[in-house]
């Protein structure tokens, strides 16, 4: 098949420079506004690595240890920047080590740009040193993929990669390029791409929509409204704030909408979800309105969809028209970005407030404190819980930092009890539930937010998939706090298998090494607590600390998340014990 | 309730297409029943003829699915009696078969059907029309020695009165000439 050439750049549009591939692609990277990336040099990408060499007064790169790291931490750039990360990698095991992050990115939302490199063109399908066929494995876990074998495809590809990577519902795009393409010469102009006829990135909001779910919002006793990470990707918050406050709506959020609201706000009630809090849970079944807004009802939201939001009529305010009754039948799908159809739904409804509604929910987080929070927070046995140290942490560093978190237990009370005052401050695995993400990706969040904190929990299971990257952040001299948790179990997995397969702790106990050892190998400074009353100086010297820091917390060994809804059940049958 | 529907895909054509489109129905487990892919009436463009058994519910999505991907123009779905379809089979018989009797050739007469080769050895029959018509004359030629058969995919048109897609790509052929001009 003939490569593309249907979007040409016009010839008088810029002066053309004949360059390399390998030069290209840097100029592409300049010109895309790129100023860092994440990757791992090898054979079939060595002539890029040569020309970034020339290019390191306006290209940073981050070596990590492992191409898993640079990929975790191009997310983590992108989630706390919104810009688009970039990673670079060469071919083979180096292009499927990315794939993890690359899935994680795609159900995430996160836009990034993933280039590896490619055995030369002549070699393509000969199972050659370092061959994988990276597009065929990538397809279905990206958003858009291509493999370049020529230089003079270099700019509309790279521009197309960019234009897809940022626009729309953001996702991970893929490029591979051969390694005689990099080293071709060509008359290289560029330009950034405006549009792809085969591609519409936001859907036109439609007035009719509208004004149903004005009519519907106007209407409504018991309104609650679903937060996601669609309003942090369309840098809605103050948006979304204008609505809720007009119309005096409670809303709840989804893991990744997570600090798209102040977490004092009083219409903020909490998160949705499987360890989510009681009220947001219970009243979903209660509520005659659901508003889903840039959320898309995953079932860790759901739970059982036969019995979710029974009382209710639901607005999906959503970008991607796939969503729409993908999970939960729509009865008024809003699409567009939340950035224009939120402000042009909030000119229409009335002024409201729904304070009765409202108190419901207080009320409902006071059992939730009564019963369970308190006694997380403030506990009487002497095991030091997660709560009570994730809840300190937040506190040292005035509610205000960059939370990035691991996959399990740990992630699940940090995601309830840290605190925020500002959007994009929540970096964790939502869909894909990726253990080994945090490490990297706090190196990611840090170097996308200098001027921020970034607080990393991670549990002793998920630290030790990615502990090489504590190289990275030695040698770049990342100033991550990291706060482990450990005890010593695989605990999410332990707790299902305490409450659901009868304590047969299959697999689950880990026999760990010395962690403040390893730190030491490292040159990261450290400190291991196990007692209470030694928790708040140890936090004091992290947070004062200059560079990065281990923190690391031996916690109650057998502790479970709860609130939970077990799965197949009901949102209203969340348990608090 | 699962029926037959046929999925119509205007795509650009690129290098990985075809697997981009199977994937969608490859990951939530459904079978395609036939495929046709070919370069439709316009330059670059091209059209894909899916026919699968799922729920409306579920061809929805896929269609949605589909759509998603960045290279994909547009995706429809259509029930049988909103299209006009036809897929085309080829028979090989030993010619003499054909020389032995005048069945093999009356079945061709009765069946539409036309002999597209014939040498001393072998003869190429070709029929157009419904699987089960296919289908049927392959039934009936087997006791003729029949050698080979092969049926393509489904080809399609739809019976809407409006073409909007049609309308809308030329005004793209439009503007993709007037950029290369």
């Known amino acids: 098949m003939e490569a593309q050439t249907y979007e040409p750049i016009k010839k008088e549009q810029c002066k053309a420079v004949n360059i390399t591939g390998a030069e290209a692609m840097m100029e592409c990277l300049v010109q895309e506004g790129v100023e860092l990336m994440f990757g791992y040099p090898g054979g079939a990408i060595m002539p890029v690595y040569d020309a970034l060499y020339s290019y390191s007064d306006r290209l940073k790169h981050v070596l990590v240890r492992h191409e898993q790291g640079a990929i975790h931490a191009a997310q983590g750039f992108a989630r706390v920047s919104g810009k688009v990360g970039v990673c670079l990698v060469t071919s083979g095991p180096a292009a499927t080590n990315v794939v993890t992050g690359i899935a994680d990115a795609m159900i995430d939302s996160t836009p990034v740009v993933i280039i590896s490199g490619q055995v030369g063109s002549n070699l393509l399908g000969t199972d050659a040193f370092q061959e994988t066929d990276v597009i065929g494995i990538t397809q279905p876990v990206t958003k858009w993929n291509y493999q370049i074998t020529r230089a003079e495809d270099i700019p509309w590809a790279m521009a197309k990669a960019f234009y897809v990577a940022r626009s729309g519902r953001p996702g991970p795009v893929l490029i591979d390029i051969t390694k005689d393409a990099q080293f071709n010469k060509f008359d290289f102009r560029y330009q950034k791409m405006q549009s792809i006829r085969s591609y519409q990135p936001v859907p036109q909001p439609d007035l009719t929509k509208i004004n149903e779910a004005s009519h519907l919002i106007n209407l409504a006793k018991k309104p609650l409204a679903l937060v996601g990470q669609g309003v942090v990707l369309a840098n809605a918050e103050k948006e979304l704030m204008e609505f809720l406050e007009k119309t005096g709506i409670p809303a709840a959020w989804t893991i990744l909408g997570l600090s798209a609201m102040p977490t004092d706000h009083p219409l903020n009630v909490g998160m949705l979800g499987m360890h989510g809090n009681y009220g947001p849970n219970i009243k979903t079944n209660q509520a005659d309105l659901i508003i889903g807004i840039g959320m898309r009802f995953d079932d860790r939201v759901t739970a059982n969809t036969q019995r979710y939001a029974t009382n209710a009529r639901v607005i999906h305010m959503e970008i991607d028209p796939a969503e729409i009754n993908k999970i939960i039948h729509a009865d008024v799908p809003v699409l567009g970005t939340v950035k224009e159809t939120l402000p042009l739904l909030t000119q229409k409804v009335n002024k409201n407030e729904h304070t009765q509604w409202l108190e419901e929910f207080n009320a409902c987080y006071r059992v939730e404190h009564e019963r369970l929070i308190g006694k997380e927070l403030h506990p009487e046995k002497p095991e030091l819980t997660m709560g009570e140290v994730v809840r300190r942490v937040s506190e040292a560093f005035d509610d205000d930092a960059i939370m990035v978190t691991d996959v399990g237990q740990h992630q699940m009370v940090a995601t309830r009890y840290f605190k925020f005052r500002q959007s994009r401050s929540v970096v964790t695995s939502g869909g894909l539930g990726t253990m080994g993400f945090g490490l990297p990706a706090a190196i990611g969040a840090k170097l996308g937010a200098p001027e921020r904190h970034v607080c990393l929990f991670v549990g002793d299971g998920g630290f030790q998939m990615t502990i090489q990257e504590l190289g990275t952040i030695f040698q770049e001299k990342v100033p991550v706090k990291i706060i482990l948790l450990n005890n010593n179990f695989l605990g999410m997995v332990r707790q299902w298998q305490e409450l659901f397969f009868d304590f047969r702790y299959a697999q689950t106990e880990l026999i760990n090494p010395d962690f403040q050892t390893i730190a030491k190998g490292y040159y990261i400074p450290a400190i291991k607590v196990t007692e209470r009353e030694n928790l708040d100086d140890a936090i004091k010297t992290m947070a004062e600390s200059e560079g990065p820091f281990l923190l690391e917390v031996v916690v109650e060994k057998e502790g479970n998340v709860f609130p939970m809804v077990p799965s197949g059940m009901s949102v209203d049958d969340i348990r608090l014990e | ?181």
């Not at chain 2, 969608?24 to 894909?48: L, M």
């Open chain 2, 1 to 181: 309730m699962k029926e037959e529907f046929t999925l119509t895909v205007f795509s650009e054509n690129v290098v990985g297409l075809l697997n981009q489109v199977t994937t969608v129905f490859t990951r939530r487990h459904i079978n395609i029943e036939s495929i046709t892919a070919s370069a439709s009436a316009i330059k670059g463009i091209h059209k894909f003829t899916i026919v699968i058994f799922t729920t409306q519910e579920q061809v929805e999505k896929l269609v949605g699915q589909i759509e998603k991907r960045i290279d994909v123009l547009k995706a429809y779905y259509f029930r049988n009696n909103e299209i006009v379809y036809q897929e085309i089979a080829l028979y090989k018989v030993p010619t003499k078969s054909l020389l032995e009797g005048n069945e093999v050739e009356q079945l061709v007469r009765k069946h539409g059907a036309r002999i597209l080769e014939l040498t001393e050895e072998y003869t190429v029959i070709q029929k157009t029309g419904y699987k089960e018509e296919t289908q049927y004359l392959y039934e009936k030629l087997q006791p003729y020695g029949l050698t080979q058969f092969t049926r393509s995919g489904r080809v399609a048109v739809n019976r809407l009165k409006k073409e909007p897609l049609t309308t809308w790509l030329k005004t793209l052929e439009e503007d993709r000439l007037k950029v290369e001009a």
